[in-house]
């Protein structure tokens, strides 16, 4: 298939990054791409879906990634797995003997293996310049649910209208479940037994980089998990406290042990993020070297330094997150820098997922969570229109249209966009510049 063919199936079809911030994938089609990485690193604790689809579609994902890359004329496919993730290691040496250009990259049970920069230098020892895109180092990186989702397109002609998301933690039955996309975050837990806690939080995402959420915000074509959380619960309190108390507590405490910076993994890289520096000028007002403020905007927000690398527990992610924000919100553009050479001592500088759980307290947590990709029968979805980087889409339907699972509902934005699809059959309830509200006859009869 030819690369313009295919990047117009994938935007229509609504194909977007399915693990992380929801790039429009068509994007990533990219000549220039000499390398594509198939990523199954499973990034955060307690999230096994990806693995789980590649194990059970290893044939059909495999022979899509090879697609991809006959596409875009790539020489070499790179599956970056974990060693641990020995079933669907198995599954892959089955069939990837078809594929000549096609290998294994093993990576180690470290966090976080599977942060695209990171993951580009352990299989092909390629550094990302900070700021910049794998791209230029000709490099694309795509998630295995992305890939599986581009199976679908092109040999089923399905488009992206349910998501595979993980349900753990103080729950009766974890579960990987498939879902409609807009179904409640409410609905999704239930299909995990009941909530084994008082006053649940809702953690959407993983626990290093996830966000507290409601339980009637919909499911999105990015949402990997939900970890049902007790409230007292040491990830929840860290989400919870506000910068102003942070920086008071870090100009209090913070006693520059440099730790936050030596465990940093784009640090490592070699790239000008140095969270003990931005610490010490952040307390301390110090604005004569303003690089340490600016860099902040090189920090990939993996979460390491606040949540296992600081032994006062202070919060350098969140304070970095809210400077980042502030010199987006002026204008302020990332420089262009070049990273310094990789150093050995990174090789011993790696944290053990097994100690970050132990860390977070997530242990008792890393139960059996099968896979189950029964329809779930939902009554009422709300379908966001910007569910991706990029321009929203635009609406296609209006208030009381019949539509059916899979029609598109929302139009590719001008620009960087993607389709949206209803995910169930129903009528139009809602329109809006921002959702769809979708309901069937019953969930009409029921109201």
Excluded: W
């Amino acid at each position: 298939m030819e690369m313009k063919e295919l990047s117009s199936i994938m935007q229509k079809n609504g194909i977007v990054g399915a693990g992380g911030a929801g790039f429009p994938s068509y994007a990533k089609l990219n000549e220039n791409a000499e390398t594509l990485i198939l990523n199954c690193a499973e990034c955060e604790p307690l999230l096994r879906l990806h693995r789980q689809l590649l194990e059970k579609y290893a044939q059909e994902i495999v022979d899509t990634f090879h697609m991809i890359g006959e596409a875009v004329g790539a020489k070499e496919l790179i599956i970056g797995i974990k060693k641990a993730y020995t079933k669907t290691i198995d599954a892959l040496n089955t069939v990837i003997g078809s594929y000549p250009e096609v290998r294994l990259g093993l990576l180690d049970e470290v966090y976080p293996a599977g942060d695209e920069v990171v993951l580009i230098y352990e299989v092909t020892k390629k550094v990302v310049r900070p700021g910049g895109l794998p791209i230029e180092c000709g490099v694309a990186v795509f998630n295995v649910e992305t890939v599986y989702n581009v199976y679908r397109a092109v040999n089923q002609e399905m488009p992206v209208a349910d998501k595979l998301v993980s349900v753990v933690a103080e729950v009766e039955h974890p579960v990987t479940v498939r879902v409609p996309i807009g179904t409640s975050i409410e609905e999704t837990v239930q299909l995990a037994g009941g909530i084994t806690t008082e006053n649940p939080v809702y953690f959407i995402g993983g626990p290093m980089m996830g966000f507290i959420g409601s339980g009637s915000q919909p499911v999105t074509k990015t949402t990997n998990a939900v970890l049902v959380l007790p409230e007292e619960h040491l990830i929840v309190q860290k989400k919870r406290r506000k910068a102003s108390i942070d920086l008071k507590r870090a100009a209090a405490c913070c006693c520059q042990c440099t730790m936050c910076t030596d465990l940093c993994p784009r640090n490592r890289l070699g790239h000008p993020i140095e969270p003990h520096l931005f610490m010490r000028a952040a307390t301390c007002k110090d604005v004569q070297k303003p690089d340490i403020f600016v860099n902040t905007m090189f920090c990939s927000s993996c979460g390491l330094c606040e949540m296992y690398s600081c032994m006062q527990e202070l919060s350098p992610r969140s304070l970095m997150a809210e400077y980042k924000a502030g010199l987006r919100a002026n204008g302020i553009k990332p420089p262009q820098v070049t990273p310094k050479p990789v150093g050995e001592e990174r090789e011993y500088r790696k944290v053990p997922m097994e100690r970050l759980m132990a860390r977070l307290d997530l242990t008792k947590y890393n139960r059996e969570v099968p896979l189950t990709e029964e329809p779930v029968p939902v009554s009422r979805v709300k379908i966001l229109l910007s569910q991706h980087i990029g321009a929203p889409a635009v609406p296609a339907v209006k208030r009381g249209d019949s539509v059916r699972k899979g029609q598109m509902i929302a139009e590719p934005g001008r620009g960087l966009s993607v389709g949206i699809h209803a995910s169930i059959d129903g009528i139009v309830k809602e329109v809006s510049d921002k959702y769809i509200v979708i309901e069937t006859q019953e969930g009409r009869a029921a109201r």
